[in-house]
Structures are given as C-alpha cells and as structure tokens.
C-alpha cells in the first residue's frame, strides 16, 4: 500500500517562509515524480510544482516560481516544499502526490496516481 503523508503546514504571515513535507510509505519512489498541488477555497485544484530524479529536472507554476523551491532528501522518500515571501493568495490545502515518469505533462494530475491528504497552510496578510 502506498501512502503520501504531508507534514509541516500551519499559519504564517504574509512575507514568511513555511516548508512541508511529504514522506511516502510503500515503494520505492526513485523512479517516479513527486509533487505538489494545492486548493484554495472556493477554487479548483491548482498544480504547484513536480520534480522527477532521473534525469533530474523540476518544474514550477507561473505563480509560485522563483518564491518556492521542491527538492527531496537524498535516499529517502521524502519530498519538500520551501516556500518563501508568503502571499495571502497562498492560502490553500497542499497536497503531495506521486505518480510514474516519464510524465507528458508534470502539471496534470492524471499524471499522479497517488495523493496525500492535504495539509492546511494559511497566510495571514
């Protein structure tokens, strides 16, 4: 059974830095791509950023690229998501997901078959 399980979210200030994690459980994910989407009320899904190791490549949403960085701890199955200058348009439940390479398109999610729960991050501005 494969599980994503995110960690690290909480409120912050508009201009603060938060990072969320995401462990997965279940297969080894060196081979696949991991990522990020995120909803906001009242909003539909919205990618964020996917990052695949072999060959290493990372790929960012118009609205988050250059504030956030996705990396992953070497030899372990545990993505990250840096997120810095905080917006209040940041706002949203963020979901890891992970799913086989190669991907035609990182920012689907028909890409990804597997999803974490969601963990709430809140910007205040």
């Known amino acids: 059974q494969v599980q994503l399980a995110e960690s690290g979210g909480g409120l912050v200030q508009a201009g603060d830095s938060l990072r969320v994690s995401c462990a997965a459980s279940?297969?080894?994910?060196?081979?696949?791509?991991m990522g990020w989407f995120r909803q906001a009320p009242g909003k539909e899904r919205e990618f964020v950023a996917a990052a695949i190791w072999s060959p290493i490549a990372t790929y960012y949403a118009d609205s988050v690229k250059g504030r956030f960085t996705i990396s992953r701890d070497n030899g372990e199955n545990t993505v990250y998501l840096q997120m810095n200058s905080l917006k209040g348009e940041d706002t949203a439940v963020y979901y890891c997901?992970?799913?086989?390479?190669?991907?035609?398109?990182?920012?689907?999610?028909?890409?990804?078959?597997?999803w974490g729960l969601g963990t709430q991050v809140t910007v205040s501005s």
């Open positions: 997901v992970a799913g086989r390479t190669p991907f035609r398109n990182p920012s689907l999610e028909r890409e990804y078959e597997w």
């Open positions: 279940g297969r080894y994910f060196s081979n696949f791509g």
